[in-house]
């Protein structure tokens, strides 16, 4: 049953994934870009937690975490570019 | 306070190592007081001032709070997404705030925008006005007071300001 | 013999003399360098009789074996004949010189040039090994270099300097290809054997090419047809040093060297051919154009040419008694000519002039020096009683006894009388021009005799035309029969020194030649007329433009292959590197092996999907900068989830947190660098590019798959069994970064640490251009630092800072480690740097980033050579586990110090970096306000 | 001495990395003195390893007391202690150059300089191929950015194509060692040469194609035709020290060609047996040709540096493909040779420039030098050095190299191309020279600058050597020829450095 | 999975060629950038694909190439700094050059080529 | 393993992974980049922690002792997710992106952009 679950829900998100590369391709406007790869971020958490889970190890889950932590600096820092050009002033 | 110059820092701190190692053996819970010591010795200078909690358990109750808001705002966003979007009828709405301190103003943005419905978008200069958006505005005098009761009041009286 | 081991070098030792002794008076300058050429000179005299006995004598000692060269002196008749003319003359010419050369010309420099060509002379003829020979022979053209540009402030004189140099020069190098062929084919370098093997020589296959290459060594020296050029022009040194080399003794180099291979090349008909036409050609040429030549030292200089042919020719024809006659005829030349050009340059000295055509009547003003020019002159035109005379005599012998052209030998008689007709006729010019034929025109001075001791090295040479024209064999028999002898390596024929004869037909050459000359001189006016219609072509004009072309052409064509376009150098660095790894490639049967594959799946797939679409995209997307940047984070995103699931989690950490700091990094690109990207890439360009790019990913993308489906063997097992064991960690990766290749990671950090060193260079004084608004020309945003992130940033900094801690205490056993701690703590104040700005972490943040950099780096350092305490080699790792009350076990390693290192360095270099490039901007947008 | 070995690395990182800390990072004097005494010592370590390998034979030293294949070792034997010997001589030289102002053009000169020290030193002594890929970015990463020091556009610009190409280049090495791993799967070279022995087929094929990658790496890095492009402007805009010491950088890759394909990739290699000569010999060849040409082009003395610099590059790898002992021992001759003439020379020019105002080092008229006589004397000395006159050293490396050529038709094509690079350096320099120091009129520039009498030494010192090298000539090439006999003998320069592997 | 890995691997070294063929240092920056992510994938592949295998004792059924792993994190750590220097001399050059070009100047479109187009359109 | 903890993490599982899918759904469907905001700052967040949740439960179980370490992430999420929202609708009002049309209080947008208060 968990496999199963594992799977739909892995495939939940590939669909997840597959639209978030949409709307980064799509825009129309470059925060929609910035918020997709935002998405996209939260979506791989999800993905590489699930294969953890898939495989039965806890090795990845720094690899998860890193990615919560340095996700937010990137969309940060993307983010002050468009308002401010400058990141660091 | 030499030791702990921001005591809710160190205690998170404490609590997070032991988390992230899964363990309260003795020599995890050295490393633990350790860092809970060194890091907040190592940042304090870091830091602007921020007010000090002073109803702990008012927090925690805040925080219980927003995490059932939390989700029972996602179900409803949920729904409202996958609903039909023609009838969604989003909105701007200028949320005047009686807040002093920054944290304060940082928590109530943040509560807002995990919240039913709602992202902070703005804060005005003077930081008396949080403009948010909604997803779907029915009322926004409902809105103003709800967020202005629900999450506003409790933190007023949290930090005591 | 030992003295010959030092001898050659008394001269070397004798350049630094004039140099020291420059600041007496200039007779003590000029006495003080002769000493030693003189002692050499004794003591090779000292020789002669034992020589002229037959003796010879050598000496050697080893000195570069693996080249076959070896410091190696012979003396024999040939080596004494040319020693004593080098430095005998020599001598004459340190004294002319003494006068000659004015108070504003560095006489120290002169005679160092001249002593040190003296010695490369001296080194060419003495030389008993074929390299050394060369060294010296190429001595020789960089000290003529040096004497001929000694006015280097004159354009002629550099002009001609050049010129000799490149044209000697390039005979050098053709002569040095000959010796080592030459040298290669008989096994030797040593000269005596290479003499010995005339036979072995001249049966192998590369006798022609070896021949050819060692007579383009002494045509160009020797200014053989068509190498002549250069002489006339290298008239512009001062005429000393004309008298010397190009006279008696460097252009000789090239008669020396064809008289010294004499035994191992001469003899067959392509020597014939080659030597005697180009010395026949040489011959005539330098006779006619002599005639011509307005200047004194010009007519002088094609006279030599004219005579270095008539020695060639002789050399060329193989017979012994032509090669006597040479030998002969290279002391008579040498004799008669040095003493002309020292009377020229005496000439010259006191008229201020050398043209003919304003030199007249100076019987009148200098009747002594005249006198003596004119015995000197004769002697050139061939008078009897004068040595010229009893060469060019046996000369004309030995043409009528040459049979090699066959049918044609009848020319070569009456060509030689030709050229001797003009030879008699530009003597006379020198005489009649200069002494008589009315008086000087506009001449800017009045001339008169030169100084009493100018004259006598002109008087002791002419008095030498003199004694060896009437009593030859007394004065120079020996000399010349040992040199013969030498020339020959064995057997003299028989020949006679007597002045007459008897009426034979050389007589009668000799007189034709008289009075042709006289007839063609008296007739001079129609031969100038004709002469005239011709265009004159100057020939260093000639060679400067060759030398022009030369340059000018290579630069079109440097600047067309080096245009300067980066997009050019990548494009053939790749184009290289795909030849030539699909060359071996279509030898690859199959792209797929044997080992069992992976099945795929649908989230490898979306994965792919992603990568690829990402991948395009930033290519697609490339001019619209900030999406490119995003595209380019999905690549990263997902390079990083293949590390993952290819069980690679450090990989997967690693990546990622690089990946930030690199965005952030182009981000900050990105502002400083002009937002728009203009197309400008033409469509055949695009899809040249897309062809190559298509081609390598392709070839990548074969070779990738080829590796994969393919079992491997490695040596990895050895890391997987000693990890724990051995290096105390259960992460292999780790310990393998550690300690098994600590030394990988060791230059890798200083790879970082030299990175933000350099950056901090490229940072300092730099002027950024900054735009004021965004690339749709909408203004910056006021705010500056937003209040939420502000102060989630705050918060988020010590937990940051806890999971660094985290990442970096596991890294041994657990994925992690201090490279990536390092960029965690690196990306945090970074983001504290983004959401509050540089002054405001520089008034809180006290920490100097280089000083990290430097201890990381030493503390690496440090805890690797720990281990020199234990006696093992650098790098050694140590741990322990131990034991604590309360605490328990815990283990402590050298290698956790060594992450220290890397954590320091890793967060000092990112730092250095970021922080210096924000406050620089900070700064200058303070300055910009200022002014406005 | 246990540690000697490692010492001409760890000697310049621990003073780069004191470079960096108090005391000495805040005092410009105190860096120059540290700089000089690190090399000093740098020097007499190295030399005294040099003699020490003569005496005993080669030094193997492992790393982390990690036995080879599987950790990383230096290899110091008779080829890489002559070029650490020369590398650490060199740089002293330099430095005893720059310390006297050259080194102010910018922050970090002495640590960075270093730093590149360590990283040539590193890439010859190591034994590890990855680890050969790592010191090669650390001299580079040094090289970048030593090479921006002083500033100025010209540098910048120059800068960023060198940064760039060598980026793909590093690029290309990865791909390269990715290859050789996964068809090998082993990384100590010694090791790798016994293992390619026994490739067969398939794997070889593909083994190949990583061999014949690391070779256009080398190749990028050594100048060779058609990667030679960025290195006449390159060294043209560097400041003085700055390309004076990467007169050495060439031979890095020069000599990586002659290591990994003379022990991996040489006679023994089974199917990939001496893979390189096919394409090393027409690209050494057309790299000698455009260096002539090149040279003939030179506007100015540090561009026809440069242009000798990728002749003496195309003559190098022409030894590498004749791929004899011989061959070997003329290259290691001279290579030695021409590194420290160029050196000598870009140092020179640094001062003729300086003397002649706008002019610079341009054969151009211009005003007359401050010191005319001195620097003559040593620009002569360096040309005949350069061009392989007598009585300096390159003849004798020329020689070495003409008498190496096994076959008539190596020799016809070889021959004639050295002979004629010769006759255009020749020409070429003769031009320069009359010009340099003949062609002037006015009087001294005023805003000239005298040599220095640290500076004259540093270039005396340089070009010493080759005076040195003509007189013990009989020596030096003993023991080029011992080394290339090591390198070619395929027990010494790879059985025996791996103790443990049973052949 | 091993020929979607090479395909991916050699779509990215394509992309990266590319770019790095461009005129403009950004491009060029990026290029690199996805060039060195190529070669980066390219040389863990040479320890082969393996999955549930991370080489870390104790922690998964079997145990892949760690070898590959350790070299590839150096050339991460190494492509960085590059990367980043490359940057910088990339702002460093605009900065003195006045232009983002490569070669230091926008190059000027021939005129024969303009003229040539220009007389098809 | 226990059924109900089977059970328990399958639903956490399933939860996740709808919310997650609609979360991006809500992305890639809502018609202008301030409605967009939303589902992501909220179903993905939420959808993260049930798998977080999720992934705890399994992890505890696998590993023998109670892994609550995912929780980390979450509170990590938690904090920075409005952040990054607020930030993204900075740079959407300051970009001057129009809202939908019938959106209520679009002239505040001006007000936002300038960080003034709203007009009384
Ligand atoms: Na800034
Ligand atoms: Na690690």
Redesign the pocket.
């Known amino acids: 049953m968990l496999i199963w679950t594992i799977t739909i829900v892995a495939i939940c998100i590939c669909i997840a994934l597959i639209l978030n590369l949409w709307r980064l391709i799509q825009g129309p406007t470059i925060s929609d870009r910035i918020l997709a790869l935002d998405t996209m971020y939260i979506n791989t958490i999800a993905l590489i937690l699930l294969y953890g889970m898939y495989i039965g190890s806890g090795l990845y889950f720094e690899a998860a975490l890193l990615i919560a932590m340095l996700g937010f600096v990137s969309t940060a820092a993307l983010c002050k570019y468009l308002l401010r050009g400058?990141?660091?002033? | 306070m030499r030791f702990f110059p921001m005591p809710f820092h160190s205690m998170m701190l404490f609590v997070v190592w032991l988390l992230l190692n899964n363990s309260i053996s003795a020599g995890q819970i050295v490393l633990a007081a350790f860092f809970a010591i060194t890091i907040p010795w190592l940042v304090k200078d870091m830091r602007d001032e921020h007010p000090k909690i002073r109803r702990p358990f008012l927090a925690i109750r805040y925080v219980l709070m927003v995490m059932k808001d939390i989700v029972v705002a996602n179900v409803e966003v949920a729904l409202l997404i996958i609903g039909p979007i023609k009838k969604l009828q989003p909105g701007f709405v200028a949320i005047p705030i009686n807040l002093s301190s920054d944290l304060g103003i940082t928590i109530l943005a943040s509560t807002v925008s995990l919240t039913p419905g709602t992202v902070s978008a703005e804060i005005s200069k003077d930081k008396t006005w949080l403009y948010i958006h909604s997803l779907h505005l029915d009322d926004e005098q409902a809105l103003i007071a709800e967020i202005k009761t629900r999450y506003e009041a409790p933190i007023k009286e949290i930090f005591g300001c | 013999m030992n003295s010959l081991l030092w001898l050659p070098f008394l001269p070397l030792l004798g350049t630094f003399v004039p140099l020291l002794t420059a600041r007496y008076s200039r007779t003590a300058c000029a006495f003080m360098t002769a000493v030693l050429p003189a002692v050499t000179l004794f003591l090779i005299l000292s020789h002669a009789s034992d020589i002229f006995s037959g003796k010879h004598f050598f000496a050697s000692v080893p000195w570069v074996p693996a080249i076959g060269l070896e410091l190696a002196f012979r003396l024999d008749g040939l080596s004494l004949l040319f020693s004593i003319l080098i430095l005998g003359i020599g001598l004459l010419v340190i004294l002319y010189a003494r006068y000659y050369l004015s108070a504003q010309d560095s006489m120290g420099k002169f005679y160092a040039y001249l002593i040190l060509f003296m010695f490369a002379m001296l080194g060419v003829v003495l030389s008993d090994n074929l390299i050394q020979l060369w060294f010296f022979w190429e001595l020789t053209s960089i000290s003529s270099f040096l004497l001929i540009s000694f006015w280097g402030h004159k354009s002629e004189a550099r002009k001609g300097a050049r010129m000799a140099l490149t044209v000697t020069g390039a005979g050098g190098l053709a002569l040095l290809a000959g010796l080592l062929l030459l040298g290669h084919t008989v096994g030797s370098y040593s000269l005596q054997t290479v003499l010995d093997s005339g036979d072995l020589i001249k049966a192998s296959a590369s006798y022609p090419i070896i021949t050819v290459l060692i007579l383009l060594g002494a045509f160009t020296k020797s200014a053989q047809f068509p190498f002549h050029f250069w002489l006339p022009n290298a008239m512009a040194a001062p005429t000393p040093v004309s008298a010397y080399l190009h006279s008696a003794t460097m252009v000789k180099a090239g008669i020396f060297l064809m008289a010294r291979f004499y035994p191992s090349l001469a003899g067959t008909d392509l020597w014939f051919l080659l030597v005697s036409l180009t010395g026949l050609a040489t011959f005539l040429t330098g006779a006619y154009v002599a005639l011509f030549q307005h200047d004194l030292k010009g007519l002088l200089a094609n006279s030599t040419i004219s005579h270095l042919g008539l020695i060639t020719l002789l050399l060329g024809m193989g017979t012994d008694l032509a090669a006597v006659a040479a030998i002969f005829h290279v002391i008579n030349h040498a004799i008669f000519k040095a003493s002309l050009f020292m009377a020229a340059g005496i000439i010259d000295h006191e008229s201020g002039s050398r043209d003919m055509r304003q030199l007249n009547g100076l019987w009148k003003y200098m009747p002594y020096t005249a006198t003596l020019a004119m015995v000197a002159a004769s002697s050139m035109a061939g008078v009897p009683l004068l040595n010229g005379f009893l060469s060019k005599e046996m000369f004309f012998t030995e043409t009528l006894h040459q049979a090699s052209l066959g049918s044609l030998s009848w020319m070569i008689p009456v060509l030689a009388t030709l050229g001797g007709v003009f030879s008699v006729a530009y003597s006379m010019r020198f005489i009649h021009d200069v002494f008589f034929n009315g008086e000087p025109i506009n001449l800017p001075k009045t001339p008169h005799e030169p100084p009493r001791y100018m004259r006598v090295p002109v008087e002791i040479l002419v008095a030498l035309c003199l004694m060896v024209g009437i009593f030859p064999t007394m004065i120079v028999g020996n000399l010349l029969y040992s040199a013969a002898s030498a020339v020959l390596n064995g057997d003299v024929p028989h020949y006679s020194l007597a002045i007459w004869h008897g009426f034979t037909y050389p007589l009668l050459m000799s007189f034709i030649a008289m009075t042709g000359g006289l007839i063609i001189y008296t007739n001079r006016q129609h031969f100038f007329k004709f002469h005239a219609q011709f265009p004159t072509s100057d020939s260093k004009l000639v060679f400067e433009r060759v030398m022009q072309t030369l340059a000018s052409k290579a630069h079109k064509f440097i600047s067309f292959t080096e245009n300067g376009s980066l997009q050019r150098y990548i494009f053939f660095t790749l184009l290289l590197a795909i030849v030539m790894t699909t060359v071996p490639l279509l030898q690859l049967n199959t792209t797929a092996g044997q080992r069992p594959e992976i099945p795929v799946d649908a989230l490898s797939i979306t994965c792919v999907v992603l990568l690829c679409v990402a991948g395009v995209a930033t290519v697609i997307w490339h001019r619209r900068r900030l999406i490119a940047l995003l595209t380019l984070s999905v690549v990263g995103l997902i390079v990083s989830l293949a590390f993952a699931k290819f069980s690679a989690p450090d990989l997967a950490l690693t990546q990622l947190s690089v990946e930030v700091v690199t965005v952030i990094l182009l981000i900050l690109a990105l502002f400083f660098l002009p937002q728009k990207t203009p197309k400008e890439s033409s469509p055949r360009r695009v899809v040249r590019d897309l062809g190559l790019a298509a081609f390598v990913g392709g070839t990548v993308g074969t070779i990738c798959y080829a590796l994969m489906t393919r079992p491997l063997d490695t040596i990895s097992t050895f890391f997987t069994e000693n990890s724990k064991t051995g290096g105390g960690g259960t992460n292999i990766v780790n310990v393998i970064l550690v300690d098994f290749r600590g030394f990988d990671t060791l230059g890798e950090i200083t790879v970082l640490g030299i990175a933000a060193l350099g950056i901090y260079k490229l940072i300092a004084r730099m002027r950024l251009f900054m735009p004021s608004s965004d690339d749709k020309g909408r203004p910056w945003s006021e705010d500056k630092y937003p209040l939420l992130l502000a102060v989630i940033s705050q918060s988020l900094l010590p937990l940051a800072l806890l999971v660094s801690a985290y990442i970096f205490l596991r890294g041994h056993n657990m994925p992690g480690g201090g490279f990536i701690a390092g960029l965690i703590t690196s990306v945090a104040i970074i983001q504290q740097y983004i959401a509050h700005g540089?002054d405001w972490i520089k008034q809180r943040l006290k920490l100097d980033y280089q000083i990290m950099i430097g201890s990381g780096i030493g503390i690496a350092t440090l805890s690797g050579l720990g281990s020199w305490l234990f006696s093992r080699p650098f790098l050694t790792s140590w741990f322990d586990y131990f034991y604590l009350p309360v605490i328990g076990k815990f283990e402590l390693a050298s290698a956790m110090m060594f992450d220290l290192g890397v954590f320091l360095t890793v967060v000092g270099a990112t730092m250095l970096i970021l922080a210096n490039?924000?406050?620089?901007?900070?700064s200058e947008?303070a300055t910009q306000k200022e002014h406005e | 001495m246990q540690h000697l070995s490692i010492l001409p690395i760890l000697i310049p990182l621990i003073v780069g990395a004191a470079l960096l800390l108090p005391p000495l990072s805040k005092n410009i004097q105190r860096q120059r003195v540290a700089a000089l005494f690190g090399l000093f010592s740098l020097m007499i370590s190295a030399f005294y390893l040099l003699y020490q390998v003569q005496m005993e034979g080669v030094h193997l030293y492992a790393l982390g007391d990690w036995q080879p294949p599987f950790g990383i070792v230096l290899v110091a034997d008779p080829v890489s202690v002559l070029l650490v010997a020369l590398t650490s001589f060199l740089a002293f030289a330099v430095m005893l150059y720059a310390v006297n102002g050259q080194d102010r053009g910018g922050a970090y000169f002495h640590p960075l300089f270093m730093f590149q020290v360590m990283g040539i030193n590193g890439a010859f002594l190591t034994g590890d191929i990855f680890n050969l890929f790592v010191f090669f970015e650390v001299l580079l990463i040094a090289s970048y950015a030593l090479l921006v020091h002083g500033g100025g556009k010209q540098r910048t610009q120059a800068t960023l194509h060198y940064v760039i190409l060598n980026l793909v280049g590093s690029s290309l090495f990865l791909f390269g060692l990715g290859i050789i791993y996964g068809t090998l799967g082993t990384l100590n070279m010694a090791d790798l040469a016994v293992k390619v022995s026994s490739l067969h087929a398939e794997n070889a094929t593909l083994a190949k194609t990583g061999a014949l990658l690391l070779l256009v790496v080398f190749g990028l890095k050594a100048a060779m035709l058609p990667l030679h492009f960025w290195l006449p402007k390159t060294y043209a805009s560097a400041s003085a020290p700055v390309a004076a010491l990467f007169a050495i950088m060439t031979k890095v890759g020069i000599y990586s060609i002659f290591r990994v394909y003379t022990v991996i990739f040489g006679d023994h290699a089974g199917e990939l047996a001496n893979i390189a000569t096919p394409w090393l010999w027409p690209l050494a060849l057309l790299t000698i040709v455009v260096g002539t040409i090149g040279i003939l082009a030179s506007p100015g003395l540090k561009t026809l540096i440069g242009n000798l610099v990728v002749l003496s590059s195309g003559t190098l790898l022409a030894c590498a493909a004749i791929n004899s002992e011989a061959a070997t021992s003329a290259a290691l001759y001279y290579l030695v040779h021409s590194t420290l003439a160029s050196a000598g020379l870009f140092l020179l020019a640094d001062m003729i420039a300086r003397q002649r105002g706008q002019a610079e080092d341009r054969f151009v008229h211009s005003r007359p030098l401050m010191q005319p006589r001195l620097l003559a004397i040593l620009f002569s000395v360096g040309a005949l050095a350069m061009i392989g006159m007598p009585p300096l050293s390159g003849f004798i490396g020329k020689i070495m190299i003409l008498q190496s050529t096994q076959s008539v038709a190596e020799s016809l094509w070889l021959w004639p191309l050295v002979l004629l690079g010769s006759l255009a350096a020749l020409i070429t320099f003769s031009r320069g020279g009359t010009t340099l120091f003949w062609r002037h009129n006015g009087n001294v520039s005023t805003e000239g600058e005298a040599a220095k009498p640290l500076e004259i030494t540093a270039v005396i010192l340089l070009f010493l050597a080759s005076p040195v090298m003509v007189i013990f000539g009989g020596d030096m090439t003993i023991y080029t020829q011992h080394a290339a006999h090591y390198l070619h003998d395929f027990q010494s320069s790879a059985y025996d450095l791996l103790p443990g592997i049973m052949q | 999975m091993e020929g979607m890995y090479a395909f991916c691997v050699g779509l990215l070294t394509a992309c990266g060629v590319f770019l790095t063929l461009r005129g403009r240092s950004f491009s060029v920056v990026v290029g690199l950038t996805l060039l060195s992510y190529a070669v980066n994938l390219f040389l863990f592949a040479s320890g082969r694909l393996k999955l549930d295998a991370a080489a870390v004792l104790g922690q998964s059924k079997s145990i892949g190439d760690p070898l590959p792993q350790a070299l590839v994190l150096t050339a991460i750590v190494i492509g960085f700094a590059m990367t980043a220097f490359a940057v910088i001399l990339a702002m460093r050059a605009r900065a003195d050059l006045g232009n983002d070009h490569v070669d230091g100047q926008i190059p000027q479109p021939r005129h024969g080529i303009n003229q040539k187009t220009g007389g098809a359109k | 393993m226990p059924l109900y903890l089977e059970i328990i993490v399958c639903v956490l599982l399933l939860i996740g992974g709808i919310f997650l899918l609609v979360g991006s759904y809500g992305l890639a469907r809502l018609p202008d980049i301030y409605m967009r905001l939303h589902s992501p700052t909220k179903a993905s967040t939420l959808g993260i922690t049930g798998v977080l949740l999720a992934s705890m439960i399994l992890q505890s179980y696998l590993q023998d002792f109670v892994s609550i370490k995912e929780l980390l992430i979450t509170l990590f999420l938690l904090i920075t997710a409005p952040v990054a929202a607020n930030m993204i609708a900075k740079t959407a009002i300051h970009h001057g992106i129009k809202p939908l049309e019938k959106t209520r209080g679009k002239s505040l947008i001006e007000k936002m952009r300038h960080r003034n208060n709203p007009p009384e």
């Open positions: 400058d990141i660091i002033e | 540089v490039l924000g406050q620089l901007t900070t947008r």
